[in-house]
């Protein structure tokens, strides 16, 4: 006897595929604003684990971009933190705890709400820029170093003064407007009224310096708006907040086969699922958005995606407890190698754990990807030995890990790299979406929203109220999400240590 495969047939009205934080913001931003259904898929069992789940938590407001020759990524940085502003802070305003502050009569800029609890963490960034007496000139040797060092701080003052120093007010007619283009080139003046001094600052810098048996040199240290983000909180607000509006996730789901009508203009017609247990689907919708980040491969030739794919490797550490209570970032003449410390606290089991991450910004070729090697953690290492001496450093529980970073990029798109990517086809059914940055999410998300408006029509609502959670949908979100990869590393350490004392 021949078997009869029963298939469930459902169709909603947007079907967004992948639950990292692009698929997440675009279904809450949508379900906020329109009356549509929604459903989100996910293969892994939780949402948020991969990329948005192991990144650094670094909430990017342009500073490790002011001293890029084109000012594309800092200006995208700076228009999400708007979008962050406008689009949710009052709405989410118990959690989204960046507002505008009065810094001087009517001159208002972002700031986070100090001692406030939320998304973002108070503790701001420190970026601190190298002069030509650093130890890495000495070093280098080379005449360009130094040119160059001296171009990239006149950037990196210029633009962040002119974006959140005394140059632009950022209320104008009762909207949070951020600076453009014009605004952050434009800025001549080396005067930066962010520039900060600090002990805990200059004790690192003296031990660096130290380190390679130099005097200490000069630096410029510039206090950031940018600060270490509340991943984990900010997905699990955001599915709660999209339950309430009853969009649905359905995760353990594996896509076999896209149904497509390449006729005329691409319209996927069908997506053939199996559901946790197996079982089979079939989803039919008006609109399907794509958000796998790595997992795009799959779907590319389907989906006549023009942007070419780039993925790289990056290895992050984590040091529990904590190596200093101060966020910073040190800049170099050589993009890839930013030297950063992030501190970050989490609650396992009732106990709190104060970690810090440790990373410099780099990433492996793209053509290494799928090598079996691990990325080179040593130049972090080695930084980190410099900052807070050896006997310190190896004194935590020190633990590596490594995550891919994909975007799309495009020939002349070159300049916008680490920024987020949307395309989609007018007369087509789909879009596809790569954010770049968590940072992004409110752009991305407000991004496809009208870019959903443009491909299917449909009434527009606006939310009045305020975010008040039920403590039941709380609870399914919390389940829904995974933690965050450093969380579970030190749960398993504690796990590990307690063993131990037994
Ligand atoms: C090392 C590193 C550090 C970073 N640090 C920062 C930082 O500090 N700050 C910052 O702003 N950004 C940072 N980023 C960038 C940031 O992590 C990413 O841009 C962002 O998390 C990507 O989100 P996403 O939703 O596109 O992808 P993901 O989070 O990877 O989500 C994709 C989802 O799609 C699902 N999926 C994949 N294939 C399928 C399929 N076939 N069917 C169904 N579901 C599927 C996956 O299970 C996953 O849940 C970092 C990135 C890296 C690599």
Known sequence: MTKIEVSQIEYVDVIVIGGGIAG???????????????????????????????LEGWFHTGALYSGHDDAQTFINCVNSLEDLINLYSSYFSEECNIALT?????FFTPAVIPNSKGWFNDRPVYLIHPQKNSPEIGLSGLKSDSV???????????????AYGQQHNWLQNGNCVAPIYAQVEG?????????????SIDDLCCRFDNSYSLENSSYEVIKTLDCSMNTTGIMRTLVTSALERGVTFETGVTIDKLLIDSYGKIQIKSLLCRTQNGFPKRLKARLFVFAVGKGFEPFLSDLQVLAKLKRSRSAMVVAQPALTDTNFVRMSTKRKFHFNHFLHNCEV???????????????TNDDLVNQEYEVDIEPILDSAERYFGKDKLYSRNLFSYEC???EFISQEEQKRRYSYWIESNPNSN?????????????TVAFQCYRRIKSLINFEEYVEKTTFVPDVKVIEEANKLIADSYPMKI????????????F
Not at 102 to 106: I, L, V
Request: charged fraction near 20%.
């Open 102 to 106: 009065e810094t001087k009569p009517n």
């Open 490 to 501: 030190i749960r398993n350490c504690s796990a590990i240590n307690n063993n131990l004392n």
């Open 349 to 363: 089991g009732g106990e709190k754990f104060v970690y810090s991450i440790l990373a410099d910004s780099s990433y």
């Open 187 to 199: 800025y001549e003046g080396l005067d930066c009224s962010l520039c900060y001094s600090m002990e």
């Open 404 to 406: 891919v970073k994909t």
């Open 24 to 54: 997440i913001s675009i279904a809450e931003f949508l379900a906020r604003h329109s009356r549509l259904s929604i459903k989100v898929l996910d293969s892994a069992p939780q949402l948020g684990t991969f990329a948005s789940g192991k």
């Open 148 to 162: 160059y060092l001296e171009i990239q701080r006149n950037r990196v003052l210029g633009r962040l003064e002119t």
């Open 430 to 442: 789909y879009l596809c979406v790569l954010p770049g940055k968590f940072s992004f999410f409110p």
